[in-house]
């Protein structure tokens, strides 16, 4: 492209008014991609269609316990084909702020269960073995310094000790990491039969099961003959998605989809406005140097042309950088999410989905200065000059 | 007499101001050897810059016809003559009407985007008309960087960049002082006689007119010769 030295030239000719209009589409970009990054990953779990795991809670609340009986009752309705549990302990570490999940679980099942959670044949042994052991996700011993064979006390908000303690003790025996890039292992792991043992009450009971659906079996089936076994009972239950039940704390704050449409789009009507209004003055100011183009022979659609590449250039270098930006931060934060609201991560069709939408606006920003270049008199404009 | 490069035949030019027709050229017949270096003198609102504006193809009769070289003007398509423009005349102002943005050597290269020419024959062409006017030391001057003399031979540059054999220069000297308005003058004489260029120049100043071959008179629309002393 011969123009582009040219056409660079001109974007810049005004510098701070170019930086300005630069840095409020990389503001509106880097909202798409925050907002786009969350509310794919708020979408994620409405598809039960090709769940391959099922969560089982109860039906009224998250915070019912579920018996250990139902375990077996659910491992033996058609389409399971296997089963576990987990709880939510609550505690933190050191200071209140150090919230991090911990959960008892049944460290061989629990780790069959998600085979993307990766830890070593030894560790797991080692873990399995060790009544009071745990095992820690990465980024927990990066941020806190933590190494195996140190001793972590996490101090409990929900489940006080049989002895009326709060304090529980761990042996760390390993350090576990997903490798789903949606996935987090930002969390401790430790025995149920420990917890089981040396609670002080609700023995007997489990926060929630996790299911594996068999291969071929319908999961919106198997979720509906699981709830149907507990009709009735004392604990209803309900199943559904991993993602389903992740989300079911975040989806309190109201039809995120469509909030994030609402502002997109106010975003979006904003940029046009400064991008048409950067490119309409650049145009009236430069009338005769447009004119003299002309004159030296560049035709029409060329003119029309460099008009519109400034305006799509103004876009893609803001809109890029926004991308960019946002989709480092997203890394930033999308680990400590993880528990809250997995799947935080900036898919490669919002990148294209906001490449297209940097053209589209490029063009809508420059189109009428464009033609308006495009149609000026050379006669008249240098008789103006 | 050479043969005629341009030649204009009963060329009328009017304007519609509201609901009056203004006839700012009336039937005018003109014709310009290959190698002159013809002066325009009149009246301003006389129609001169109208008159350049129509031979350099920026304008079209409303009758008559235009013909440079082989190409009649008059017939011609608003994109084919942006191409014809390109290689066959050269425009030089009053205001010099270099882009600010670009130094002086990209503003003598612009014409040659239009050509098939890559970067480096682009440069290269650029130096040499830059030398032609004198001013190959400043090439990476901007213009608010060059005085107006110079800015002025800059344009001049532009306009030999694509060796058109035709200039149309509109008051070249109008916004210079005299001892400055004599060097481009000069300069346009050695385009003219060395270099080849047929040269059109409009001009209000008399003593800009004696550089040139002859002069002719513009008024309401006619153009009346009177020979060099
Ligand atoms: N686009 C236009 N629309 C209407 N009238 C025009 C237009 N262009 C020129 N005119 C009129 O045509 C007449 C001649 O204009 P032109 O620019 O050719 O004069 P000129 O001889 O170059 O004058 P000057 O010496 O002031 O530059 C003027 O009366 C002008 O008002
Ligand atoms: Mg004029």
């Known amino acids: ?385 | 007499m050479n043969d005629t490069l341009a030649e204009l035949t009963s060329v009328s030019r009017s304007y519609q101001k509201g609901k009056e027709r203004v006839e700012v050229l009336h039937e005018l017949d003109l014709g310009i050897p290959a190698g002159d270096f013809l002066a325009i003198m009149g009246p301003s609102g006389s129609g001169k810059t109208t008159l350049l504006n129509l031979l350099g193809g920026l304008d079209k009769p409303s009758a008559g016809t235009v013909r440079v070289g082989d190409a009649v003007l008059s017939d011609m398509s608003n994109s084919q003559l942006s191409r014809w423009r390109a290689t066959h005349v050269g425009f030089i102002f009053q205001f010099y009407n270099l882009l600010p943005i670009l130094n002086a050597q990209k503003n003598v290269e612009l014409p040659l985007l239009l050509t098939s020419f890559n970067r480096a024959e682009r440069a290269k062409r650029a130096a040499i008309a830059l030398d032609i006017v004198g001013l190959k030391e400043r090439a990476k001057h901007y213009p608010r960087e060059l005085s107006g003399g110079q800015e002025q031979r800059v344009a001049i540059a532009r306009a030999i960049v694509s060796d058109p054999t035709l200039l149309l220069c509109d008051e070249p000297t109008g916004d210079l002082d005299r001892s400055t308005a004599d060097e481009i003058l000069r300069l346009l004489q050695i385009l003219n006689s060395e270099h080849g260029k047929t040269i059109v120049m409009v001009t209000h100043d008399a003593q800009a007119a004696d550089y040139a071959k002859r002069t002719l008179h513009c008024d309401k629309g006619k153009l009346e010769r009177r020979e060099q002393a």
């Open chain 1, 1 to 385: 492209m011969k123009y582009l030295g040219l056409i660079w030239k001109n974007v810049w000719r005004k510098k701070i008014r170019t930086s300005l209009t630069i840095l409020s589409v990389l503001v509106a970009f880097l909202l798409f991609a925050l907002l786009s990054a969350i509310a794919y990953a708020f979408k994620a779990g409405e598809d039960v269609a090709d769940a391959e795991r099922l969560i089982v809670i109860d039906k009224v609340s998250l915070i019912n316990m579920l018996p250990i009986a139902y375990q077996n009752r659910i491992a033996s309705t058609p389409g399971v084909q296997s089963v576990t549990h987990a709880t939510w302990f609550g505690g933190y570490y050191q200071d209140q702020r150090n919230q991090f999940p911990q959960f008892p679980i049944d460290p061989y099942a629990y780790f069959s269960m998600y085979p993307e959670l990766q830890i070593s044949e030894q560790q797991l042994a080692a873990f399995a073995k060790n009544r009071t052991g745990a095992v820690i996700g990465r980024e927990i011993a990066e941020q806190f310094n933590l190494k195996v064979g140190d001793r972590i006390p996490i101090q409990a908000t929900i489940w006080t000790k049989e002895d009326g303690g709060r304090t529980w003790e761990f042996d760390i025996e390993g350090i576990i990491s997903s490798n789903d890039p949606r996935g987090s292992s930002a969390y401790l792991l430790f025995q149920h039969d420990y917890f089981e043992e040396a609670r002080r009450f609700a023995k007997g009971t489990v926060g929630w099961y996790i299911l594996r659906v068999e291969k071929g079996a319908n999961p919106a089936e198997v979720a509906n003959a699981v709830d149907k076994q507990f009709q009735n009972s004392a604990n209803e239950t309900k199943t559904s998605t991993e993602a389903a039940f992740s989300q079911s704390f975040a989806k309190q704050f109201g039809n995120i989809g469509l909030i994030v449409q609402l502002i997109m789009g106010a975003v979006f009507f904003t940029l046009l406005l400064v991008a048409g209004n950067t490119m309409a003055q650049s145009v009236r100011e430069r009338i005769s140097e447009l004119a003299v183009l002309k004159t030296l022979g560049f035709e029409d659609r060329s003119v029309l042309g460099i008009v519109l590449s400034e305006s799509i250039l103004i876009m893609l270098i803001g809109g890029l950088l926004g991308i960019g930006l946002g989709k480092l931060i997203i890394g930033i934060v999308a680990p400590s999410m993880g528990a809250f609201l997995p799947g935080l991560y900036l898919r490669p069709e919002s990148i294209m989905l906001a490449i297209g939408i940097m053209f589209v606006a490029g063009i809508a920003a420059g189109i009428f200065p464009a033609f308006k270049a495009m149609r000026l008199s050379i006669v008249d404009a240098l008789a103006h000059a």
